[in-house]
């Protein structure tokens, strides 16, 4: 028999033997199998790779056995892929299966219609919340939050992920948006649909790095909750906030915005450390009179202001926004009083502006003054206090101690429950939102 078809025939062997071992296995290739679109575990940023690629296809599930060099801006491992029946020794097995699953499962952990898109909404929300430790110790360095249309992944870890572990999610993603996509294009929207993008952020302690790992990143990027418009950061390029922590909403506050949204028609607020005033927004949009936002941040009030102008407030007149230090500035706050309700939502940690633990006692000293007494309150309404603190260390007898020692005169109500999104294993180490009421004089 000649060289040539011998080959051929050893070589076509191979492909069945290996087609055999894949079809026969019970595990999951690096967590998907049978997804509908194709496996391109080396792909960044969309770039092709420089020479071809050996696959095999099976079920829509493309399989990678080996891969060039490619010219990345951050390069992924390019070593082969070695197709293992142990997830230990797969090469780019991710520790933390649950993210995968949180990221194939996006609609039903919400719930949302599975048939409807993701991308025909523009409402923000947490895919995964590994922080919390509900999903156990693999996974806890992990969050995952859509701002649509783009994820963005945050690592809680001295040492960045892996080409590997990036190269897994970035699969899971796109298989995610392809899904996604193919249910966009078929529901005949006039928008035109968006592109693939996700950004990667690794943060330990006052260390904080941003990737675009696929874009582009919206230039003018707008959610939605709850009816409300916010503008959102999802990269550290955007204003030119270099080392960018936060996305200019807290995702996990989500249930607070809403109490408020629907308890403020008619009643005048007070909303300290505003940040970027989504609080004031959610107020106002709920019919309340005026609102005065209070933040030290000139940069985050002038995205409140922002978030203001695009739900339609900014020349209403309802809302003013102070760029004062909350310590020293008392005296104005209290002469724009009295209030129907404040909320007092600071950082558990601000160095040489606050510190929860020896200053939040301050802040619940000052507030019973301020509120419209019991008596003045029309139709047998009590002014309120929303406390809100998200420090792992302090839990929520803290908080109450802090406001029975400081201000007797409040009346604890109930404590509003974080969105179902934000599971957490202890929830005294998650975020703490506490309803109070003047009591009677």
């Not at 026969?24 to 420089?50: E, I, L, M």
């Not at 927004?281 to 995205?303: P, S, T, W, Y």
């Not at 922002?306 to 310590?327: K, Q, S, T, V």
Request: hydrophobic share 35%; glycine share 6%.
């Amino acid at each position: 028999m000649p060289i040539t078809p011998i080959m051929t025939l050893c070589t076509a062997i191979s492909w069945a033997l290996l087609m055999i071992s894949i079809l026969a296995r019970d595990t999951k290739v690096s967590g998907f199998v049978g997804c509908k679109c194709q496996w391109h575990p080396y792909r960044y940023n969309g770039r092709a790779t420089t020479r071809s690629i050996s696959t095999f296809h099976h079920d829509n599930l493309r399989i990678q056995l080996s891969v060039e060099n490619q010219e990345h801006l951050h390069p992924l491992d390019t070593t082969p892929l070695e197709v293992s029946s142990d997830p230990d020794k797969d090469p780019i097995c991710l520790s933390c299966q649950a993210l995968l699953t949180s990221i194939q499962q996006q609609q039903q952990q919400q719930q949302i219609n599975p048939d409807e898109s993701i991308l025909a909404s523009t409402e923000a929300y947490r895919v995964f919340h590994g922080r919390g430790g509900f999903y156990g110790p693999d996974c806890e360095q992990f969050t995952l939050d859509w701002f649509p249309p783009v994820w963005v992944l945050t690592s809680f870890q001295p040492e960045p992920l892996s080409s590997k572990e990036l190269a897994t999610i970035d699969h899971a993603l796109e298989c995610k948006w392809d899904d996604e996509m193919a249910k966009f294009q078929s529901s005949n929207l006039e928008d035109p649909p968006p592109s693939f993008a996700w950004v990667y952020q690794n943060r330990y302690r006052n260390n904080v790095t941003n990737s675009i790992m696929r874009g582009p990143i919206p230039e003018n990027h707008i959610v939605t909750e709850n009816g409300a418009q916010y503008w959102v950061q999802t990269t550290a390029d955007s204003d030119g906030a270099k080392g960018q922590r936060h996305r200019g909403i807290f995702l996990d506050m989500a249930n607070g915005r809403k109490w408020l949204q629907e308890n403020a028609e008619g009643k005048i607020i007070l909303n300290l450390f505003a940040y970027t005033c989504a609080f004031s927004v959610a107020a106002l949009l709920g019919g309340a009179d005026e609102v005065i936002n209070i933040d030290k941040v000139q940069g985050a009030l002038k995205i409140g202001q922002r978030n203001h102008e695009l739900n339609g407030f900014g020349a209403a007149g309802r809302a003013r926004f102070l760029n004062h230090d909350i310590f020293k500035t008392w005296g104005k706050l209290r002469k724009l009083g009295p209030y129907d309700i404040i909320v007092v939502d600071p950082p558990s940690y601000q160095k040489g502006s606050f510190v929860a633990k020896t200053d939040y006692i301050k802040l619940v000293r000052r507030l019973p003054d301020m509120l419209v007494p019991t008596d003045e309150q029309v139709g047998g309404s009590r002014s309120q206090v929303l406390f809100c603190l998200n420090a792992p260390e302090l839990g929520v007898d803290f908080l109450k101690q802090q406001v029975s020692e400081g201000a007797p005169e409040l009346r604890f109500v109930k404590q509003v429950e974080n969105p179902s999104s934000f599971p957490g294993k202890d929830p005294e180490k998650a975020l703490k939102v506490l309803l109070y009421e003047l009591a009677d004089d």
